[in-house]
């Protein structure tokens, strides 16, 4: 009923920059929370960014600073701009949303996932 779809990963030097995209659609009423986790190899899924219908953020330790979290809420869309970009921030980066479906009633909806792969 609901889907995520991620776009903009891919493969950049260190320093380098990368923006992620995440659209969100289906029998949706509202969206309260859309973001960002990552999970590397052999790590636990961590906390990317997130950002809240008021337009509130948080972001994990690691990615503060560098890291900017955008909404459209009328396109149903989060921004991740990712700026200075270091190896320790390969990973896949899935999508996330905080959603009150038509049908579906209130869940959290996650992306397939786009790699992010920062090497020289």
């Known amino acids: 009923q609901v889907q995520l779809v991620e776009s903009g990963g891919g493969l950049v030097q260190p320093g380098g920059s990368l923006r992620l995209s995440c659209a969100a659609s289906g029998s949706i009423i509202s969206i309260n929370s859309m973001g960002w986790y990552r999970q590397a190899p052999g790590k636990e899924r961590e906390l990317v960014a997130v950002i809240i219908a008021g337009g509130s953020t948080g972001f994990g330790d690691s990615v503060k600073g560098r890291f900017t979290i955008s909404r459209d809420n009328a396109k149903n869309m989060v921004l991740l701009q990712m700026n200075s970009l270091k190896p320790e921030d390969t990973a896949v980066y899935y999508c996330?949303?905080?959603?009150?479906?038509?049908?579906?009633?209130?869940?959290?909806?996650w992306g397939q996932g786009t790699q992010v792969t920062v090497s020289s």
């Open positions: 996330n949303a905080d959603v009150l479906a038509r049908y579906g009633g209130r869940d959290s909806y």
